[in-house]
C-alpha cells in the first residue's frame, strides 16, 4: 500500500466560497431571460452539476434551449461576479500547502470557470495541472465518472481517494465511485441552501466545518484506507 493516498477536492463551495455569487448569478441571468426561479430552485436543482446538467434540466422543467450568446452573456456576468465578489475558503490556502498527500481538483464547472476561480483563490499553481472538469466525461455528478477519471489519471484505485466535497451531488458521486468521502459544510452556502440535513442524510464517511480539521480528517482517511487494505489481506482467495 502506499504511503499517502490521494486527496480530490471539489473546487467551488470547498477551494473557493463561490456558491452564492454562482446561485445569484445564475438566478438573475434565468430570471433575466424571462425564467420564473428563484435563488432556492437554483440551490435545490443546479448546486454542484455540470453546465450540461443544468441545460438540460432547463430543456425539461422549462422548454427552453439557449442560445449561444445567452450562454456567453452568462459567462460573462458569472465570471465578472467571481472576480469581484469570490474569496478562497478561510484556510484552504495553508491547509494546503501542508498536505503531504498527493491532491486534484475534480469539479462540475467549466475549465473556463475553474481557472478564474483558482486564480482567484491563488491556487493555480498548486492544483495545476491536475484539474479535472466534468467536461472530461460523459456523465457529471452524481454520476461516479468524474472522480473515476481523476482517480484513473493520477494512478490510484478508487478506494484509496478521498473526495471533500459540499454537494449532495458530489457526495452521492464520491460513495457511488467508491471512495471515502468528506462532507464539507462550513461554506457560506450551507445554511442559506439547507443543505445539512441532506448532507448528512447521504451518511459521509466524514463531516468538518473548517480547513483547520484538515489533517484530523486526513488521518481518519489513512485509518480508514489501512482498514480497507487490511481486510482486503484477511479475505482469503
Known amino acids: 500500500m502506499r504511503d499517502f493516498g490521494l486527496v480530490i477536492f471539489d473546487c467551488d463551495g470547498v477551494v473557493v466560497d463561490s456558491e452564492p455569487v454562482a446561485i445569484a448569478a445564475l438566478a438573475e441571468f434565468l430570471q433575466g431571460i424571462g425564467l420564473p426561479v428563484a435563488a432556492d430552485y437554483v440551490y435545490r436543482n443546479f448546486l454542484g452539476r455540470s453546465w450540461a446538467t443544468v441545460t438540460a434540466l432547463l430543456a425539461r422543467d422549462f422548454a427552453i434551449r439557449l442560445s449561444s450568446e445567452e450562454i456567453e452573456a452568462y459567462k460573462e456576468l458569472l465570471f465578472d461576479r467571481i472576480r469581484a465578489r469570490v474569496e478562497p475558503m478561510p484556510g484552504i490556502a495553508t491547509a494546503v500547502a501542508a498536505l503531504r498527500h498527493p491532491v486534484c481538483i475534480a469539479s462540475s464547472s467549466t475549465p473556463e470557470r475553474l481557472d478564474v476561480s483558482l486564480g482567484k483563490a491563488g491556487l493555480r499553481e498548486r492544483f495545476m495541472p491536475h484539474v479535472f472538469s466534468a467536461s472530461l466525461v460523459k456523465r457529471g455528478k ?56 441532506v448532507a448528512l442524510a447521504l451518511e459521509p464517511n466524514i463531516v468538518f466545518e473548517h480547513m483547520s480539521e484538515l489533517p484530523a480528517v486526513l488521518a481518519r482517511f489513512d485509518a480508514i484506507r489501512a482498514a480497507v487494505h487490511q481486510a482486503g489481506r484477511a479475505t482469503p482467495p
Open 142 to 197: 452524481p454520476a461516479p465518472d468524474l472522480f473515476l477519471h481523476a482517480a484513473n489519471a493520477m494512478g490510484f484505485a478508487p478506494a484509496d481517494c478521498l473526495v471533500i466535497e459540499d454537494s449532495p451531488a458530489g457526495i452521492e458521486a464520491g460513495k457511488a465511485a467508491g471512495m471515502v468521502v468528506a462532507a464539507f459544510l462550513g461554506g457560506s452556502h450551507i445554511a442559506p441552501g439547507k443543505l445539512r440535513p
